[in-house]
């Protein structure tokens, strides 16, 4: 079998993101052109918030995984790098070691190019706990699908 391409791995954590948001009766809306800087708008209790669904990938410490949080794109003659300072309110991300599980970082509490996630036990100072971001938690909801 053919190996995804960056852009299919994409889709299928935004995809999943969407299922995962029905599933759970969270409100979630897809802008009509791709040239914004978030993916999606979610309704949290009341509040709209501006979304980038990201996909981590395993990081170089154990129990560790990374997401970008800028995007990078290629054209002809030149590389652009975007940041989502002041565009987005947070970042949803996943990892394929935690199946079906989706994190919200908001903005502010982000890393400028790239951040780590830890899924172990014992986080040390300098290490964000995946637990901190639970997105599941911050929506407090209590719909669960079999």
Known sequence: MK???H??????????????CLKHNIPISKPMTNNLPYDFIIDIQGKLLKVQVKTGYAGKAPDTFIFNTKSTSKNYS?????????LIDGFITSYSEIPNKFFYIPIDESAKSAMTLYFGNKPNAKQHSVYEYDFEKMCDTDVKVA
């Open 3 to 5: 190996e995804l391409e």
């Open 7 to 20: 852009t299919q791995i994409g889709d299928i954590t935004e995809y999943s993101f969407v299922v995962y």
């Open 78 to 86: 030149e590389i652009t790098t975007k940041y989502y300072t002041g």
